[in-house]
């Protein structure tokens, strides 16, 4: 519950220009992220739920390729901004925000046709369980996809030390307080997680939830992962 709580106080504090921002101290990285996260979705998907939606970033994306998406997050000043959002660009149509924890979902079993989310499994106390319950509302032959952060290989990871102890929380404090406390957080939390959970635990994961031809690809030297994989 802490881990979650945390997540959402820091959050709540960084919501406002979200997009802006993490597209800025990404380097121009953070869209590109988010379009591959969306291309491993079948077109024929025809509802969608997006997980940790956010601002609904990847919600948009996804309906303006013509699904139908549910975009869910536990946090209520991401919510207002995906609201904002999802109105000022007329999707309230196609777009559908609801709040609640990605550890209990409040839909049927094998409800969507696809899952998204994105910088999830950190936030939470027990990632494969989370796992489990995610498989749980996408229905059989469906596919999940997710994006989360990465540790570069070497020599590229020294550069990424600077930029998550340094820039980051430098950038965050000319943005906002809240910000700061984002950009302070980032790097330690993301090489933690990694360092604790490498890449064939996290797809042994997606395997005991269902999943089989679990892929991933590296982004950004490995700052950004995306992994895949079909619901058997």
């Not at 696809?114 to 936030?123: E, G, V, W």
């Amino acid at each position: 519950m802490w881990v979650r709580e945390f997540a959402q106080s820091v959050f709540s504090d960084a919501a406002y220009r979200y997009d802006r921002v993490a597209g800025w101290l990404s380097y121009g990285q953070y869209p590109r992220w988010q379009r591959f996260l969306v291309s491993r979705i079948p077109p024929e998907a025809r509802c969608v739920l997006d997980v940790a939606t956010g601002t609904a970033s990847v919600a948009v994306l996804l309906a303006r390729r013509g699904h139908r998406v549910v975009g869910l997050d536990l946090t209520e000043a991401m919510l207002r901004e995906a609201t904002r959002k999802v109105r000022m660009l007329r999707l309230h149509g196609r777009v559908f925000l609801v709040r609640g924890a990605a550890e209990q979902l409040p839909f049927s079993d094998g409800a969507f046709d696809a899952l998204t989310f994105t910088f999830l499994l950190r936030y939470v106390q027990h990632p494969s369980q989370v796992l489990a319950e995610l498989a749980r509302v996408v229905r059989r032959g469906g596919w999940m996809a997710s994006l989360e952060f990465g540790l570069p290989d070497p020599p590229w990871r020294w550069w990424w030390s600077v930029h998550t102890r340094v820039v980051l929380p430098a950038g965050g404090r000319l943005v906002s307080d809240g910000w700061h406390r984002v950009g302070r957080f980032l790097g330690p939390s993301i090489e933690a997680f990694c360092r604790a959970h490498p890449f064939p635990e996290v797809r042994a994961w997606w395997e005991a939830a269902g999943f089989v031809e679990v892929r991933r690809r590296r982004l950004s030297l490995g700052a950004a992962e995306v992994v895949w994989g079909r619901k058997r």
